[in-house]
């Protein structure tokens, strides 16, 4: 069965640091595409990036360019979101996903942003 289980959330301070890991399995991972999404609470899902098989290319919206990096290993299946320069309205569960539109994800990570 496919299955992606996300970890790495927590409690950060503004301005802070966090990475987050993604273990996929059940899939040809090095051959698909991955991306990234956050839910507020009480907000819909909000794409954060994306990443192709190779790794060799990355996109992000602009509220996260430059502070946020997606990476992966195919090696080991892991998918990788660098989090920089932490703000409040970061605050969200994050989900990786293997389709466009984040119907299959994990359970999420929570990644509280608060002094």
């Known amino acids: 069965d496919m299955q992606l289980v996300e970890s790495g959330g927590g409690l950060v301070q503004p301005g802070g640091s966090l990475k987050l890991s993604c273990a996929a399995s059940?899939?040809?991972?090095?051959?698909?595409?991955m991306y990234w999404f956050r839910q507020a609470p009480g907000k819909g899902l909000e794409w954060v990036s994306t990443?192709?098989?190779?790794?060799?290319?990355?996109y992000s919206p602009d509220s996260v360019k430059g502070r946020f990096t997606i990476s992966r290993d195919n090696a080991k299946s892991t998918l990788y979101l660098q989090l920089s320069s932490l703000k409040s309205e970061d605050t969200a569960m994050y989900y990786c996903?293997?389709?466009?539109?984040?119907?299959?994800r994990g359970q999420g990570t929570q990644v509280t942003v608060s002094s």
């Open positions: 059940g899939f040809d991972f090095s051959a698909t595409w």
């Open positions: 996903s293997k389709d466009q539109q984040g119907d299959f």
């Open positions: 990443i192709i098989p190779s790794g060799g290319a990355t």
